[in-house]
């Protein structure tokens, strides 16, 4: 522990002497950015970003000549593995993420700089010599009443700041202020420039998050939720039967069943399972409604389609493939013939999202609002006794008892001898 502590301490002593060495050249050296956010927030700091005023670029290089220069667009220093970048303004000159000029210049203030930034709790600063909070956009005062609102209108310059304002709002749990909302609105049609890479990017941390729902009711709200997540936005409004559903329409249930997801499992791969498990809701003809009989098979093509649009990895389709198809079937396991229980076991047993997986899934999709978790992960059984039947009936059970048989003939005699094996179970 104190080897530990002797190490931070050394780390700040070092970023102390580069600060004292900027403030002799003339120029001031401030922590920025989620840093301070998080110290606000008394969360785990785990990117410390600084920004320099005062110097020019020769001036810096020439002061360490150490630190090592990355970026195309604009020169960011790594010096003792933290990264430092000169104040600077920016200029949109076309359309999309990456279409800025940036000016770098001595004569620009922290303050300046701190405007170009996406939202205000995002534009804090520490001066590292005196440690004085500078705050002109009133950060503080929205963490402290878990708002999130753009720094300036600068906000509409770069359209991937909606999915980074939603995946905020989702990481704190904060809500998104009304003109931050209208300023998202307003950048709908250049959300389409955006790579697929980005957007997956903020929704893999977003599904990542305690309240992975809000990224969706902040897209939502901001009535941008169908550019690149249509599947989603395509259950709003479809109703289900008020019985087994009365939280609402279909989007309701899925964000219930995201948000049961994130108590459960770390796994992205099952919590994207949760989001996708009942996309085909959404296609259900407006003549059967509330009910949505074979939306299981309808499930699947949309999974694709989302998927080819931000490309998400293949390992979570094949998994939210699997939770569309088996999710109902799995969730009724008890009441279904031996027969059919052994197709279930047999398919989702060798899948990627697996017997365990698919059980979150259905524990999720039962659970209201996850008040009763903890009873519907116990009532489950078909995980248990599926491994308990893959075992005793496997490929070694089928060689002993028909030493001859291959091929087509052995992978037939095995599923027969598993639905003799859990006949026996039913009876007990």
């Keep these: 522990m104190q080897e530990k502590i002797n190490k931070i301490s050394n780390k700040e002593n070092q970023i102390i002497e580069i600060a004292k060495e900027i403030e002799k050249a003339g120029g001031k050296l401030y922590l920025v950015g989620g840093a301070i956010r998080n110290h606000l927030l008394n969360l785990p700091i785990t990117d410390e970003d600084y920004c320099v005023t005062g110097l020019t670029q020769k001036e810096f290089e020439q002061l360490f000549p150490q630190a090592q220069i990355q970026g195309k667009d604009f020169p960011v220093y790594i010096l003792n593995g933290k990264e430092f970048a000169l104040a600077r303004k920016e200029r949109k000159n076309g359309i999309g993420h990456k279409q800025f000029e940036f ?40 963490i402290q009443n878990n708002i999130i609102r753009k720094t300036t209108d600068a906000f509409a310059e770069d359209p991937l700041r909606v999915y980074r304002v939603a995946r905020f709002a989702a990481s704190l749990n904060f809500e998104v202020e009304k003109d931050t909302l209208n300023a998202m609105t307003k950048l709908k049609e250049e959300l389409k420039t955006l790579s697929k890479e980005r957007v997956f990017t903020e929704l893999k941390k977003s599904l990542f998050t305690n309240h992975p729902s809000q990224f969706f009711k902040v897209l939502k709200q901001a009535n941008v939720l169908e550019v690149h997540f249509q599947e989603i936005s395509n259950l709003i409004g479809k109703i289900q039967p008020e019985k087994h559903h009365p939280e609402g329409d279909s989007y309701a249930h899925t964000m219930i069943v995201l948000e049961n997801s994130a108590k459960l499992t ?25 009910h949505h009989y074979g939306h299981e098979t309808r499930d ?17 389709l094949k998994c939210g493939k699997t939770a569309c198809k088996w999710h109902m079937k799995a969730g009724i396991f008890e009441k279904m013939s031996a027969k059919k229980k052994v197709e279930l076991i047999e398919n989702v047993a060798n899948s990627s999202l697996g017997l365990e997986g698919l059980k979150i899934v259905v524990a999720c999709d039962k659970s209201r609002e996850g008040k009763d978790l903890k009873e519907q992960l116990e009532r489950i059984t078909f995980d248990k006794i599926g491994k308990e039947c893959m075992k005793e009936i496997n490929g070694e059970f089928i060689r002993k008892k028909y030493p001859t048989v291959q091929g087509e003939e052995f992978r037939k005699r095995l599923h027969e001898e598993r639905v003799k094996w859990m006949k026996l179970i039913d009876k007990k």
């Design 103 to 142: 000016l770098t210049d001595k004569s620009i203030t922290i303050k300046q700089d701190l405007a170009r930034r996406d939202i205000t709790i995002n534009s804090i600063a520490q001066d590292v010599l005196t440690k004085e909070i500078i705050d002109p956009f009133h950060g503080k005062e929205d």
């Design 266 to 290: 770390n796994d992205l791969a099952i919590r994207f399972s949760c989001l996708v498990h009942d996309l085909g809701k959404g296609n259900t003809p407006d003549e059967i409604l509330p």
């Design 300 to 316: 699947v093509t949309l999974v694709s389609q989302l998927g080819n649009r931000i490309e998400i990895p293949k390992e979570w």
